[in-house]
């Protein structure tokens, strides 16, 4: 029997969910799996590990026992083994979950790189801005990768790109879902790796996260970038509104976008989902044709804060921000569109 500090189990399990599957696609893929000391998750896309004050225990399916030890209240629990069961004790209090001895996700085919790299300080910064132009149409993959370059981190779903320019320490482009790249981000990876299949990072608390390289090509960007057009400042306020607009355009979690309406003199900004709606009128210096576009409100608060002004062409808006670069299509404003502002105004 082993007595194990339940917040610090708590932690490391809660550290390495990234790795598991909602459904069984790879046997144990939805379970915690302890050996050598460690806890380790993979679903094929994902693989993490994290050291533990865990015994090795085998497989534990990771919903039940997340659940129960975010419900313990006891500091300190007592883990015993045996008979295909985990047991767990607090005071006055009994669990057991089933644990699988025999180890059958094949975490032993994931290898870690031989050297790692320092992890660039604006690296995470980059792929919190440039992930949100990832698109989610699995039926369109190249769509829905992040490619590292060399020299910079950049993203392109169709309707809308940005790049991010950094030396990324990479010797030739590689690509990676973003998907599986997003949940480094606030995980505090200070080091990278790459092997035959996988990109690795690794945080100071030992924590290492691995996400499977794509083989695709990658579309070029660079022309798209340089398009340029009409500067117009951001308006005053513009960021609160978007933040306001995300009450009712986050409950589509899996599409999370505010609609911006450029017009002679203004911006609108609207959010919808099922429960609800929010619009804001904010006025601007703007003077030509009316334009709108959709943008997650997340990058959107982020571009406002960071940069001053935009420029808009016949069909594009673009953001140039120096190391940080943004286009998207514009669509023109339809007369029943404008119709519509100027009744509910």
Known sequence: MASIDREQLLKSLESVTAGLSTREIIEQSSCFVFTEGRVVTYNDMIACSQSTNMPNVGAIQAKRLLLLLQKLPDDTIEVETGEGKVKIKGKNRKAWIAAEKDILLPIDSIHMPKEWQKLHSDFLEALGMVQECAGKDETKPSSTFIHIHPEWIEAFD????????????????????????????????????????????????????????????????????????????????????????????????????????????????????????????????????????????????????????????????????????????????????????????
């Open 158 to 345: 169709n309707y809308q790109a940005a790049r991010f320019y950094l030396p990324t320490g990479m010797s030739k482009p590689i690509l990676v879902r973003q998907v599986s790249l997003k949940y480094i981000i606030g995980l505090g990876m200070t080091e990278w790796g790459l092997t035959k299949s996988w990109m690795h990072f690794r945080n100071s608390s030992g924590l290492t996260l691995s996400c499977r390289r794509e083989i695709d090509e990658f579309f070029d960007l660079t022309k798209i970038l340089q398009v340029k057009g009409e500067k117009t400042a951001f308006p005053k306020g513009l960021a609160d509104a978007v933040d306001r607009a995300e009450i009712f355009s986050s409950e589509d979690a899996d599409n999370n976008q505010v609609t911006v309406k450029i017009d002679r003199g203004k911006v609108t900004v609207e959010g919808s989902g099922l429960t609800g709606g929010f619009s804001e009128v904010k006025k601007n210096s703007y003077s030509g044709n009316p334009y709108c576009f959709a943008i997650s409100p997340t990058l959107l608060i982020e571009i406002i804060k960071k940069y001053s002004e935009c420029q808009i062409t016949k069909n594009r808006l673009r953001v140039d921000g120096g190391k940080f670069q943004y286009v998207t299509t514009l669509n023109a404003l339809s007369g029943k569109e404008k119709e519509s502002e100027e009744t509910d105004k």
